[in-house]
Nanobody
């Protein structure tokens, strides 16, 4: 059974940085897509970034490109999201997601497994 556990959320002033981590377990993730999504109150879940576990591409939404960086650590089986220059509009619950697949997707429906989420709050 795949398990995803996020950590690293918190409160940060506008312009600050946070690093989220997603610990993945339960299988090997070769040819898996790993993604970060976020959901603000009253809004739909939104794609943030994705990476193909076994050496594929990296993809970002336009709203975070140039500020956020997704990365993976094969030894630790983690996927991280480094968030810089945070804005109040980045405030949301951030979710790690995974599914089999060698290509990326920005649709939440394309992901089978989800973490419990971690709150990120950017204050103005």
């Amino acid at each position: 059974q795949v398990q995803l556990v996020e950590s690293g959320g918190g409160l940060v002033q506008a312009g600050g940085s946070l690093r989220l981590s997603c610990a993945a377990s339960g299988r090997t993730f070769t040819r898996y897509r790993m993604g970060w999504f976020r959901q603000a109150p009253g809004k739909e879940r939104e794609f943030v970034a994705a990476v193909i576990w076994s050496g594929g591409g990296i993809y970002y939404s336009d709203s975070v490109k140039g500020r956020f960086t997704i990365s993976r650590d094969y030894a630790k089986n983690t996927v991280s999201l480094q968030m810089n220059s945070l804005k109040p509009e980045d405030t949301a619950v951030y979710y790690c997601a995974a599914s089999p697949g060698g290509s990326w997707s920005k649709s939440p429906d394309a992901y089978n497994y989800w973490g419990q989420g971690t709150q990120v709050t950017g204050s103005s």
